[in-house]
């Protein structure tokens, strides 16, 4: 075992190897941990006295007003409680603004201070940047609020601002923003290079200006401007609410003409921001709940789009690309907005039935019905575009649908090609106003010729899709019509124009959500079914703008105008009088060969 060793002998030991790495230990001064104690001590001294203040204020005006309910004269005090302040404890003296002092509050406030700092001296220089603009961009909104408030209380009447304030706010800025090179003036005038980069007045005015033009309008008696009529006061905001979003003036007195003041500030405001990411479960290939756990694990927050959907689901963030998972890649899930789901559900596809879907690309809509269909019956997808036609290609092939057929024609001449379809399906081309998030170039870009050209193109659309679709089917005979636009030429005009133009009535969508359809617009009434249809816009329901109609067709024959009568009748006419001109034209022509044939 060996012999035993002394402890006496053992030398001693150095320091450890993480003794070594860790630095030497930091010991405060006793000053500021007795001044750490004397502040605690303070705060709570000062607590124990503001609730010893706050009881005996309140045992006072219990006794008052028992005084005053036992005595005649309600109301009066007595002389004992004038004096009670002598034996109360005294505040501390006020500075010039009326705010105590208290040495506790500047010490704590100090204190919180310094954690800012020692957090500020981690970040990096632009993060210090970062940090300052947004504190100060906080403080400005607040600051604005709080005069915008103000400046409503005090003025009872909205002032308009002469042309010559426009101008100089314009000259101001533009001094500020321009480039040197644009400020050049020819003869005491900008020149037209120098117009085009001239900038907008400052943002935060317009925006107050805006604010107090539209509480003005619509309350127009009581704070409108004496010799001021009202449309003063709506060229003023057209051309602020022009400066302030961008917008063309077209598209400003379109949006206008829609929607309320107050509304359509919403809807401006809600298209400068996007929208929130949706993806569509594939039911062919896994389930929701499966999609979304596997989802959260690769880092994914994300919840259902709501109860109306069991396949939608919204991303509100993530640590990997949503269009790059390994779910992606295998056709689990597509990328696909919230309102384009509703086209589909509208005209609710069954099992076993030929349906169409005449401008098909990307296949976010085809691949859906696939998808409910469970890949039984057909489906022909259809795009006049073939470049567009490579994405409905691909998408199809990796969500695994293969009911499809492929085709490239031009939608409006299809009835030719093929017919006698269950249901048809039309999310037809048009303006884009109800995607202006994900397309800032509508703003400027559209114009009333544009607007004409894709109605024109709807309506043909719509006719040739009525005349796809099988009257007599069992099971069908449904069409839906949807468009991305929130304008009424490009929805409920199309809509009245098919309706008059072939045997179709408007059905219910069976959709959960949406406003119903306009049955009249500034002294158009449309049909009364028209409130059967649905829109969708992204200030009320958080998702792109949409519309989406479902029609029935009753009748396989095509209704003849009257025009198209009248024309036939005067046909009919003409040839009925050229037939008895001719009956009596052939006894005489006898009469003179016989008479001929005598003399001979």
Not at 92 to 120: C, H, K, R, V, W
Request: charged share 30%; aromatic share 6%; glycine share 6%.
């Amino acid at each position: 075992m060996g012999r035993k060793r002394e402890l006496t002998e053992l030398g001693k030991r150095g320091p450890g190897k993480k003794a070594r790495i860790q630095p030497p230990p930091e010991i405060f001064s006793e000053g500021k941990a007795g001044q750490t104690k004397k502040k605690k001590k303070k705060t709570v001294v000062k607590k124990k006295k503001q609730d010893g203040e706050k009881k005996i204020t309140a045992e006072k005006k219990i006794n008052l007003f028992e005084d005053s309910s036992e005595d005649d004269g309600i109301g009066m005090v007595d002389d004992d409680f004038l004096n009670v302040t002598e034996d109360a404890p005294q505040e501390m003296p006020a500075d010039d603004y009326g705010l105590e002092f208290n040495s506790d509050s500047s010490s704590e406030d100090e204190d919180e201070g310094d954690d800012e700092n020692e957090n500020n001296n981690k970040l990096l220089a632009i993060e210090k940047k970062s940090k300052k603009l947004d504190k100060k961009l906080r403080e400005d909104r607040v600051l604005a609020e709080e005069e915008l408030q103000i400046n409503i209380a005090e003025k009872d009447v909205f002032t308009l601002p002469s042309g010559q304030e426009i101008e100089k706010e314009y000259i101001l800025f533009a001094h500020c923003f321009a480039p040197k090179k644009c400020a050049k003036r020819r003869n005491g005038v900008f020149s037209t290079h120098a117009k085009k980069c001239r900038n907008p007045p400052y943002l935060t005015l317009i925006h107050q200006r805006i604010c107090e033009n539209i509480s003005a309008l619509n309350n127009f008696k009581k704070y409108r401007e004496p010799g001021k009529s009202r449309k003063e006061y709506l060229e003023l905001l057209r051309n602020d609410l022009m400066n302030y979003y961008s917008y063309s003036e077209f598209m400003i007195n379109k949006l206008m003409d829609m929607f309320p003041l107050s509304e359509l500030l919403e809807f401006l405001e809600a298209n400068e921001v996007h929208r929130p990411v949706t993806i569509r479960t594939n039911t062919l290939k896994c389930r929701r709940r499966d999609l979304a756990q596997a989802l959260i694990n690769r880092g994914m927050n994300l919840d259902p789009v709501g109860k109306w959907s069991k396949v939608g689901l919204v991303v509100y963030d993530s640590s990997v690309p949503v269009g790059a998972t390994p779910e992606y890649l295998a056709g689990h899930y597509m990328l696909q907005g919230a309102s384009s789901l509703m086209p589909v559900m509208a005209l609710a596809p069954q099992e076993n039935e030929r349906i169409l879907d005449m401008c098909a690309a990307p296949g976010g809509k085809t691949t859906y019905m696939g998808a409910l269909m469970k890949n039984s019956g057909v489906i022909v997808a259809n795009d006049q575009n073939k470049d567009r036609l490579k994405a409905l290609v691909g998408n199809t092939h990796r969500l695994g649908v293969n009911n499809t057929m492929i085709c490239n024609y031009d939608g409006r001449a299809f009835p030719k090609v093929m017919g006698g379809f269950d249901r048809v399906l039309l999310d037809a081309p048009c303006s884009g106003t109800g995607v202006i998030s994900k397309d800032k170039s509508v703003k400027t870009n559209k114009d009333e010729k544009d607007i004409q050209r894709c109605s024109h193109l709807q309506k043909e659309l719509l006719l040739a899709a009525i005349d796809s679709t099988d009257a007599q089917s069992s099971s069908g005979g449904y069409i839906t019509y949807s468009t991305c636009s929130i304008l009424i030429e490009e929805n409920e005009r199309v809509v009245e124009y098919a309706l008059s133009k072939r045997h179709v009535k408007l059905v219910d969508t069976g959709l959960e959500i949406g406003n119903e359809g306009l049955t009249k617009f500034r002294g158009h009434h449309f049909h009364n079914t028209m409130k059967l249809t649905r829109r969708f816009y992204p200030h009320v329901h958080n998702m792109d703008g949409f519309f989406v109609a479902k029609l029935k067709k009753f009748s396989n024959s095509i209704p003849q105008s009257l025009s198209e009568l009248v024309t036939k009748e005067e046909k009919n006419t003409e040839e009925n009088d050229v037939a008895k001109n001719e009956s009596t034209d052939k006894p005489k022509k006898d009469k003179r060969k016989k008479k001929k044939a005598k003399g001979t």
